[in-house]
T-cell receptor, first 113, second 114 residues
């Protein structure tokens, strides 16, 4: 069954600290993995797309890793800011011939001052 | 480009009424998706259009739900009759067809059926 599982479900950290969010997937065949950020009351916004051959990709303070062998990805946030408070959703397209996205349940991150 | 535009942002309606949600995709995108998001089930794909043609509607929960895309710049999702369990945030997203391209989401329509 094509699934995307994320952990932790929620996380609270202090401003300035680092954190790492995890994503495990069983989607097959695999083409790419995406991390989205969803602020409260808004639509998801893409942070990064990682293809099969990429191990690490950075976008500012966000660094995503991908291990296609173990089917795991992580999103590391460095020097967190209050604006990082959001849900982070791991998404893997089901390569069924079109862009059907399998969504994880998300990790809700709260950054406190 | 203003991005994917959805209307209305909020909708409150009584059970049994018809509800129509609207979406304008990003110009040039040929794929359009309708999603529903709830606390219990997260984001779920309802229906997918490619070049204005419905490709996969297996996520549409039941016959009360219908979606149309009369042209490349407009789509609607209709619920008739609406029920309280339809309360959710409905997102529209658009993208180019290829798998490696990003899907852009609208701001969503928060539907409350009382």
């Amino acid at each position: 069954k094509n699934q995307v599982e994320q952990s932790p479900q929620s996380l609270i950290i202090l401003e300035g600290k680092n954190c790492t969010l995890q994503c495990n997937y069983t989607v097959s065949p695999f083409s790419n993995l995406r991390w989205y950020k969803q602020d409260t009351g808004r639509g998801p916004v893409s942070l990064t797309i990682m293809t099969f051959s990429e191990n690490t990709k950075s976008n500012g303070r966000y660094t995503a890793t991908l291990d296609a062998d173990t089917k795991q990805s992580s999103l590391h946030i460095t020097a967190s800011q209050l604006s990082d408070s959001a849900s982070y959703i791991c998404v893997v397209p089901f390569s069924g011939g079109y862009n059907k996205l399998i969504f994880g349940a998300g990790t809700r991150l709260a950054v406190h001052p | 480009d203003a991005g994917v535009i959805q209307s209305p942002r909020h909708e409150v309606t009584e059970m049994g009424q018809e509800v129509t949600l609207r979406c304008k995709p990003i110009s040039g995108h040929n794929s359009l998706f309708w999603y529903r998001q709830t606390m219990m089930r997260g984001l779920e794909l309802l229906i997918y259009f490619n070049n204005n043609v419905p490709i996969d509607d297996s996520g549409m929960p039941e016959d009360r739900f219908s979606a149309k895309m009369p042209n490349a710049s407009f789509s609607t999702l209709k619920i008739q009759p609406s029920e309280p369990r339809d309360s959710a945030v409905y997102f529209c997203a658009s993208s180019l067809r290829t798998l490696d391209t990003e899907a852009f989401f609208g701001q969503g329509t928060r539907l409350t059926v009382v």
